[in-house]
């Protein structure tokens, strides 16, 4: 019996100063009111959590999404505007972090990316 645990035998577990975002993917909705969001991570030994930031044209917040200790590395969740009506360009900031109860959080990796939610279909970043 072969188990894998990794997609890519040759990478193993990261420590958590060494995880990162390999890719953001985004899939808007035809009626510019959501978008699904999806993160692919290196593989981690210690589970990060991952926090999003969406913020309209105008620089003021339009929706948001955190992750406490994500179990896989990746994922895809749906994200619902705020905006009454669509304001491009949208800002997403994802930024990847570690927090303890007893200490301040450490930020790892932060990714900024901007994109029109005018156009149905799929966006794909690459880091």
Do not use: C
Not at 39 to 48: A, D, M, S, Y
Not at 88 to 104: E, K, S
């Amino acid at each position: 019996m072969d188990i894998r645990f990794f997609d890519d035998p040759l990478e193993g577990p990261r420590a958590r100063e060494d995880v990162r975002i390999r890719q953001i993917g985004l899939f808007r909705y035809p009626e510019e009111r959501r978008f699904m969001f999806g993160i692919e991570l290196t593989p981690f030994v210690e589970r990060p959590s991952i926090e999003v930031l969406v913020t309209n044209g105008a620089g003021e917040p339009a929706g948001s999404l955190h992750v406490i200790e994500t179990l896989t590395t990746g994922f895809s969740l749906v994200i619902h505007l705020r905006d009454r009506t669509t304001r491009n360009p949208y800002g997403l900031t994802a930024v990847l972090y570690y927090a303890w109860p007893d200490r301040d959080r450490q930020e790892v990796e932060r990714r900024t990316i901007t994109f029109d939610m005018d156009e149905a279909g799929e966006l794909l970043f690459k880091f």
